[in-house]
Nanobody, 118 residues
Framework: QVQLVESGGGLVQAGGSLRLSCAASGSTYRINTMSWYRQAPGKQRELVATITSGGSTNYADSVKGRFTIARDNAKNTVYLGVNSLKPEDTAVYYC????????????WGQGTQVTVSS
């Protein structure tokens, strides 16, 4: 099993920045692609950014140029730098990791709240 713990969320004014972290523990050798999702009140969870074990990244159109995903494989940690924040970025941000040993299996963290005030 793999455990994911997010941190770094908080309350920030529009235009501000945060850095979210997601630390993986347990059977981390099972992980390859890691992603950040977010879920705003009353909305479906959406994919924000993805990074492969090799460092290839992909972003949702709504965050391109403002958010940056990165990972430190030695620390089993993935980061999400969030800049130029907008009120519509307010959501719970979740970390996700794909298990490359078990097809279709993935892991989720408990989420960290990001609130952007206007």
């Amino acid at each position: 099993q793999v455990q994911l713990v997010e941190s770094g969320g908080g309350l920030v004014q529009a235009g501000g920045s945060l850095r979210l972290s997601c630390a993986a523990s347990g059977s981390t050798y099972r992980i390859n692609t890691m992603s950040w999702y977010r879920q705003a009140p009353g909305k479906q969870r959406e994919l924000v950014a993805t990074i492969t074990s090799g460092g290839s990244t992909n972003y949702a159109d709504s965050v391109k140029g403002r958010f940056t995903i990165a990972r430190d494989n030695a620390k089993n940690t993935v980061y999400l730098g969030v800049n130029s924040l907008k009120p519509e970025d307010t959501a719970v941000y979740y970390c996700n990791a794909l298990d490359h040993w078990a097809s279709g299996k993935d892991y989720w963290g408990q989420g960290t709240q990001v609130t952007v005030s206007s």
